[in-house]
């Protein structure tokens, strides 16, 4: 599922995703990268606009088309 009134005009270029958690604060998401210092893949996220998203948490992970 995906919400259609993201914008994504102020996203971080690296943002793939756009999702709202639990409690209700949302996230510009960017894709897994390899850490050169852990060893570890990480993720970065980025506070995001909520864009009005009322519905379930769970059903807002939205994929930014190219």
Same mark, same amino acid.
């Given at each position: 599922m995906s919400y259609d009134k993201v914008d994504w005009s102020d996203a971080p270029e690296a943002?793939?995703?756009?999702?709202?958690? $639990?409690e209700g604060y949302a996230y510009w998401l960017? $894709?897994?990268?390899?850490?050169?210092?852990s060893l570890d893949w990480v993720q970065e996220s980025?506070?995001?606009?909520?864009?009005?998203y009322t519905g379930d948490w769970r059903q807002?992970?939205?994929l930014r088309s190219s």
């Open positions: 943002a793939q995703w756009w999702a709202v958690d $639990g960017c $894709g897994p990268r390899a850490d050169d210092f980025f506070d995001a606009p909520t864009f009005d807002s992970l939205t």
